[in-house]
């Protein structure tokens, strides 16, 4: 029987090792944390579920397909329950969007901030379609392995205009401001300034408006649990707490893996869902290979990093739904100052996470758990001590909430902690704390992305946020069937 190790219990890793499995090769799933999950980690804390993130589930029938390979249900092991609205987006000037799937509430919504953009935001769908059937069904499940394949994919990329930005592209249909944020902010989901990521990433628009929005009961990491009890049921084995500290080579070829705890294991294929220069300049570091690919993509543009700040409060808020984005006052400027100034400005863009709205039995009865994230420069950009100036951001940031949605918040906190660049740098070996790998402009996406396949080893892959398509629960597991596609034709070739 051919065997595989997949180092790192992310979704990527998890769906890659699934897939592996359920065609026949003995996999090993190697994480270095205590628990699986990745990005998607959890705390318990004074009887409050923290998810670590991600927390929006889209596209569930690429997860459902994990299970259906085995002629099993998804439905077995996680229940997923519909998030609505999808979306409160909240400004300064006191003004609300519920965004949803329902036509007939989302019209409303559009017509209240500018009625001639109905039929912007019509066309803007027709374009989002678009995108989503070149970009997502025909090209984010398969691997970009040569240039040939990009000139390929180039004349629907240049159909849709690829080289403009999202919120360009937007602009373009919608005049209302606030709407024109509501329909680019997306791409902040992915590590992606909606300034200058690409027109592609629109297609995150028709992804949500199909498949709805979705959060697992019981918190993000019951979805990570109901992955490694699908693996270990087809027969998978999982070494938890034992971080890969090195990858054998022979020649051009990997053989096995050595870990902190001093095992060892010999494979025929070797997939990383590890961070890329991790991978390659801490794991392969002994290796011309690794030396040089390491060197090669620490010149490229990574994506920001996040400050998360938890709560657990007294009380419970079912005016506050599930998800809410807190705009500042500036956009474009903020932006800037996040992705190309490395400031860490006195306003803030917050992401709210509610889950107790949705799974009240997140927190103890009569209390809600919280968490508020804001994008922040990554540690190349921004080399601050973050012990230091943690707690000091996470006030501001608590203030800020407590001023626009929950006057005596601070008041009522039970308990509370927060995460950094550091700790992403610290958990996940994160590359300058980076929280969703390579930024996904045009020039580092697709067959510019770090490929599936290692071009000169030829028995390494990789799956996850760094390699194509890119980062989110949809682009990691669509990363997870182009890798295995490529590992299963060269096991059995």
Known sequence: MKTAAVIGAGFGGLALAIRLQS????????????????????????????????????????????????????????TLLPVSPFYRLNWPDGVNFDYSNDEAALTREIAKLRPDDVAGYAKFLDYS?????????????????????????????????????????????????????????????????????????????????????????????????????????????????????????????????????????QFDAIASNGDIVHTYRDLLGHTPRGKKAAQQLA???????????????QGTWPGIPHHMILFGPRYDGLLKDIYNHGVLSED???????????????????CSTFYALAPVPHMGKLPIDWEETGPIYADRILAEIERRLIPDLRGRIMTQFHYTPADFGRDLSAHLGSAFSLEPVLTQSAWFRVHNRDDIIPNLYFVGAGTHPGAGIPGVVGSAKATAALMLADLRG
């Open 129 to 265: 379609a678009g995108v989503y059937r070149e970009g997502y069904e025909k090209l984010g499940h398969v691997a970009f392995l040569d240039f040939a394949s990009m000139i390929k994919a180039a004349p629907a990329l240049a159909k849709y205009q690829a080289w403009r930005s999202v919120y360009s592209i937007v602009s373009s249909y919608v005049k209302d401001e606030h709407l024109r944020q509501a329909l680019s902010f997306h791409t902040l989901l992915v590590g992606g300034n909606p300034m200058t990521t690409s027109a592609i990433y629109a297609l995150i628009h028709k992804l949500e408006k199909d498949g709805g929005v979705w959060f697992a009961q019981g918190g993000t990491n019951r979805l990570v649990s109901g992955m490694v009890t699908q693996f270990e049921r087809l027969g998978g084995t999982i070494r938890l707490d034992d971080a890969v500290t090195q990858m054998e080579t022979l020649g051009d070829r990997v053989t096995g893996v050595t870990t902190a705890s001093g095992w060892t294991g």
């Open 348 to 366: 803030f863009s917050l992401y709210l996470h509610h889950p107790t709205v949705t799974d009240p039995s997140l927190a103890p009865e009569g």
């Open 299 to 313: 010149a490229k543009k990574f994506s920001p990093s996040l400050f998360v700040v938890h709560f657990g409060i």
């Open 23 to 78: 065609a026949g090769i003995a996999t090993t799933l190697i994480e270095a944390r205590d628990r699986p999950g990745g990005r998607a980690y959890v705390w318990e804390r004074d009887g409050f579920t923290f998810d670590a993130g991600p927390t929006v589930i889209t596209d569930p029938n690429c997860l459902k397909e994990l299970w259906a390979l085995s002629g099993r249900k998804l439905e077995e092991d996680v």
